[in-house]
């Protein structure tokens, strides 16, 4: 900095703001930020109180406003559209910032239920203590078809958008038990996304907390009725009366693996009598 007049050269004030020379050179181009002085030589000097302008500019350009509001607000600044602005802007921020935090639990409940999902030994049939549980769901007859699953998928993605449903579950399927005894693999009925707890004004099915008969599946959709017919055969050992539907979940999948044959998907049913 040139201490005689208190200038900034085009280098030293972009160091200063943490930017390029040819952050300042667009804008100035563009008639958003100019220097204060231009020397007959042509160089650019900038003033120490142009750093606070900088610096606004700067945050509003991370806030994601484009550079041509920018610069239609300082042709207009006045302290009234100034303070306009601000208000505007943090109130744009404090909703940013909520979204962020929504953001950052689902991430972090995601990476809860991916690491419970790594510590499962698939292949087997086992009894588990569930909590009660809350699904999103969506009537989903003929789910099996390819293109009706587009349909479905889509009818149930924009209910959850409209209800503003956020959820670390990846999607899953309701499949009656009768269906499951006659080999009907197509005779689910709803798909769903699970949810942590209720959400007002959003239709929910619930499961019931209690006894459930479980099996893990590794593999694909392809391969899944060998888990279901695992699960109907060991109830029957076991003398069990089973609840009316199974609920199939994906616990992991293409985000945790290449391909579809690498899923884990958990299948369950309520137990509503036993006798061991």
């Known amino acids: 900095m040139a201490q005689n007049d208190m200038r900034f050269t085009t280098g030293e004030f972009a160091a200063l703001c943490g930017v390029t020379k040819h952050t300042l050179f667009h804008y100035d181009e563009i008639g958003i930020f100019s220097p204060a002085i231009r020397g007959e030589n042509g160089y650019r000097y900038y003033a120490p109180v142009q750093i606070e302008v900088f610096q606004v500019i700067a945050v509003l350009k991370e806030l994601g406003m484009p550079l041509a509001e920018i610069r239609a607000y300082l042709d207009r600044r006045s302290p009234e559209n100034l303070l306009d602005l601000l208000e505007r ?9 909520n979204r962020l935090r929504r953001l950052r639990a689902l991430i972090a409940r995601k990476a809860e239920l991916t690491r419970q999902a790594m510590a499962v030994c698939p292949g087997q049939v086992r009894v588990e203590e569930q909590p009660r549980r809350w699904y999103v769901a ?48 197509e005779g689910y009925t709803h798909c769903y996304t699970q949810v942590d707890k209720p959400i007002r004004g959003v239709r929910l099915l619930t499961a019931p907390a209690g006894s459930y008969l479980t099996y893990y599946h590794a593999g694909s959709f392809y391969t899944v009725w060998e888990g279901y017919r695992r699960l ?7 003398g069990l009366t089973l609840g009316p539907y199974f609920w199939e979940d994906v616990l992991l999948d293409e985000l945790a693996g290449k391909g579809y044959d690498q899923y884990l998907l958990r299948l369950s049913v309520a137990i509503e009598t036993q006798d061991f």
């Open 89 to 97: 802007e943090g109130a744009a921020l404090t909703e940013k910032l």
């Open 138 to 185: 969506t009537e989903a007859p003929g789910i099996a078809d390819a293109g009706k699953y587009a349909q479905v998928m889509a009818r149930h993605m924009e209910y959850c958008e409209a209800h503003h449903v956020e959820s670390p579950y990846a999607l899953g399927a309701i499949l009656p038990v009768e269906s499951a005894r006659q080999g009907d693999w």
């Open 232 to 238: 109907l055969e060991w109830a029957e050992e076991k």
